[in-house]
């Protein structure tokens, strides 16, 4: 069968970089997974996009699909058949599957015979399903803010203005509906393509769908964005060296400039000296964020800032020195407001601006800016108060409270939203303030996104804790929790966040009682609206802060998905009246530093086998024990079992196996060292075989069944320590729905 190219080449206004990257991702897994299920497969597939235009090539297609044979099971002979004659249920069947009810098959499955349609399928032409398909690979891209034009109902981030579609040499016609009536013809693909604005012509008339690449880059546009970014950042170190210079190509600015442009060209700009003495915050703001250009270090002290730039050009390299001269005049612009706002900041210290938050609204139904200042400031005493924080770390982190949010009412900041808490800093240190406050200005937004840099400082870690638990108590207490995909206020982020951040401080302090403090006082201090009640706000935060601890072990931490339920329980038990049911969920978040270790060990105890060994006689202790009322609390022997009515002698070697692990395991477990835990646990599994194979656990006498109930729960809570056996999923095991 002879193998040909398909090519799909979707040209519009120029498309958000944003969207470009998207679409291309969905293309990359979308466009084979329907080729897939019209039984089609291409040899190879190359995706091509620029701001104007996304494309597809594929190659090595075969001309038509493979035969195929349908096999469709039907009812039981003794239903489709009687006395040698089909039934009317057989005679539906046949007819529902569009074969002649003469050519049934009878086949044995199993213990039983059945009645098969078999069809065989002639495979269509290729072009003729693409045609059906490519259409569907435009429509279906989603993207923000799709857009309408014209008088169509064709929705895309911007117009479409052309459309190719090349089988080999040939049109494949292709008819994208513009229209939901159809009142309007639509566009129609044809072997028309546009070359670049400026450097390429209007009209570009592929000859073949293999020849697109050399036909565009004549035409003066590179439509492969990994081309390209092997490029710009080939040709912006190479202009950054010219000048004695290390080029700061940030990843998100790369990625972003690719998509901006068709023909990159690097050119280098300048800008006065002077402008270097405002903070390198401020320049590479105005210069990444603002500008899309790349800075330019110093290439013997990276620390400093060179007074150069690299921009990319779209537009004709043979006018680069013009091109620069412009830029450099607006970054001078630019640079020269942000020199004016940083003059006029620092004539007034962060502390008087203080009081000015009262005129900035943080949320609807939750006061000011202001307002919320002091609700951090309270939070923060009782973190300090958790920590155990002398007097002096107690002051900065107070003042490190109060001045967090100040730099929101500076011209700077107002201006450049970007610099929120580096701001705060830098003016904190003109000020005099301590570092650890201007650290802790700074670093109370850390982390500001996935995979960023956690706060190092002791203020920036307490006061950015105060601060989001300020703000997801506040929220919650309104009825504004992250639904689906939705979450408006990055509530999940925030949560994220204080995980994170108590893992890496080693926070050890009980989560719950700080929370449950911050839930009642919060009523007092912010006053206004409230939509669930202090009991219902503060177990929809457990569980959903809960979520996600799961979900951080797993994607985080790559901890097994039953590991994980094992450590965290199931976090919707919170909503239960029994705290029996939510002790797990509780205790996860009671210590999340322990929360974490426990989970790793027990990923590792699996890794050496070990878990494998452990697995079979807790387990079996903790589903008898289930038939008991042993508080999960009770770890020690003495406490809940009778030593006098220990009758066999295998129940009381148990009980000093317990006792035992009681000694050795118990307080090492609690400080996060499960080594003497489950070496314990190792050397009783003889004990408890034992104790199962000679002792009736249900006995007819209720003190005696009682007490063996109660031994085997005090083992139960002890494994509980590390985590549920009962929830842990072995090899050949099904998952439990609900683990207590």
């Known amino acids: 069968m002879s193998m040909v190219a398909y090519l799909l080449e979707v040209g519009c206004e120029e498309l ?10 969905q293309w990359r897994t979308g466009i084979p997974a329907s080729l897939a299920e019209a039984h089609l497969q291409a040899e190879q597939m190359q995706l091509f996009g620029t701001p104007r235009r996304l494309a597809v090539l594929l190659q090595g297609l075969p001309t038509q699909q493979p035969d195929r044979t349908l096999e469709v099971k039907g009812p039981p002979v003794q239903v489709a058949y009687q006395d040698g004659q089909l039934t009317p249920a057989g005679e539906k069947f046949a007819q529902k599957q569009g074969v002649d009810p003469g050519s049934l098959e009878i086949r044995q499955v199993g213990k039983g015979s059945f009645v098969f349609a078999v069809q065989r399928v002639r495979g269509r032409p290729t072009a003729a399903v693409l045609q059906e398909l490519a259409p569907a690979w435009i429509t279906n891209l989603s993207g923000e803010r799709l857009m309408r034009w014209a008088c169509g109902d064709l929705k895309f981030p911007r117009p479409i203005r052309w459309l190719v579609s090349l089988w080999d040499d040939q049109v494949l016609p292709l008819l994208l509906p513009t229209h939901e009536d159809n009142s309007m013809p639509g566009l129609v693909a044809g072997r028309v393509s546009r070359g670049h604005r400026v450097l390429g012509s209007q009209q570009v008339v592929l000859e073949r769908a293999e020849s697109y690449v050399q036909q565009m880059q004549e035409a003066g546009v590179s439509p492969d964005p990994a081309v390209r970014e092997a490029y710009i ?39 006065e000296p002077e402008f270097l003495r405002l903070p390198p915050a401020v320049i590479e703001t105005v210069m990444i964020t603002h500008q899309r250009y790349f800075p330019v270090r110093d290439g013997r002290d990276p620390q400093k800032l060179l007074p150069y730039f690299i921009t990319i050009s779209n537009g004709d390299p043979r006018q680069s020195e013009r091109i620069g001269a412009g830029n450099s005049r607006v970054v001078r612009a630019r640079l020269a407001d942000a020199r004016f706002f940083y003059e006029e900041d620092r004539r007034i210290p962060l502390a008087q601006r203080v009081e000015r938050l009262q005129a900035v609204t943080f949320a609807e139904g939750l006061g000011s800016m202001r307002d919320k200042v002091e609700r951090i400031r309270h939070i923060s005493r009782l973190i300090a108060a958790a920590l155990n924080l002398d007097p002096q770390e107690q002051a900065l982190v107070d003042r490190t409270a109060y001045l967090c949010k100040a730099d929101l009412v500076t011209q700077m900041v107002y201006e450049f939203p970007e610099l929120q808490g580096i701001m705060g800093a830098e003016y904190a240190r003109h000020d005099g303030e301590p570092e650890a406050v201007a650290e802790g200005i700074e670093q109370h937004y850390w982390p500001l996104g996935a995979g960023d840099a956690l706060p190092n400082s002791l203020t920036g870690r307490v006061v950015g804790w105060a601060d989001r638990l300020d703000t997801l108590v506040g929220m919650f207490r309104l009825g504004r929790i992250p639904t689906g995909s939705s979450d408006r206020f990055a509530l999940r982020r925030a949560a ?242 609900k683990t207590p």
């Open 16 to 25: 958000p970089a944003s969207f470009v990257d998207s679409a291309l991702e």
């Open 496 to 737: 994220n966040s204080l995980v994170l951040v108590a893992w890496d401080a080693g926070w050890t302090f009980d989560f719950n009682s700080l929370l449950q403090s911050v839930v009642q006082d919060y009523a007092v201090r912010a006053g206004g609206p409230q939509a669930l009640g202090d009991v219902h706000t503060l177990r929809a935060l457990q569980e959903f802060l809960a979520q996600r601890i799961q979900t951080l072990l797993q994607e985080e931490k790559r901890i097994d998905y039953d590991l994980v339920r094992a450590v965290v329980g199931d976090p919707e038990s919170v909503k239960a009246e029994d705290p029996q049911k939510a002790e797990l969920t509780l205790r996860a978040l009671g210590n999340l530093p322990l929360t974490l270790l426990r989970a790793e060990y027990l990923q590792h105890l699996r890794a050496t086998g070990e878990l494998a060994d452990l697995y079979p006689t807790l387990n079996r202790c903790a589903r008898l024990a289930a038939q008991g009322d042993l508080d999960y609390a009770v770890v020690d022997p003495a406490a809940a079992v009778d030593p006098d009515q220990l009758q066999e002698a295998a129940e009381r070697e148990l009980y000093e196996a317990c006792q035992k692990i009681y000694r050795l395991g118990v307080e090492p477990a609690l400080r996060g060292d499960f080594v003497p835990l489950v070496e314990a646990l190792q050397a009783a599994a003889p004990q408890v075989a034992q104790f199962f194979e000679a002792v009736l656990v249900m006995d007819p006498d209720p003190v005696r069944r009682a007490n063996r109930l109660n031994l085997l729960g005090v083992l139960r809570n002890q494994s509980r320590l590390l985590g549920d056996m009962g929830a842990v999923v072995m090899a050949g095991e099904s998952s439990p729905e």
């Open 233 to 271: 950042q080939a040709e912006v170190t190479k202009l950054a060296r010219q000048v004695n210079g290390e080029a700061q190509i940030p990843a998100p600015l790369l990625r972003e400039v690719v998509q901006l442009v068709e023909w990159p060209t690097a050119v280098l700009g300048r800008f």
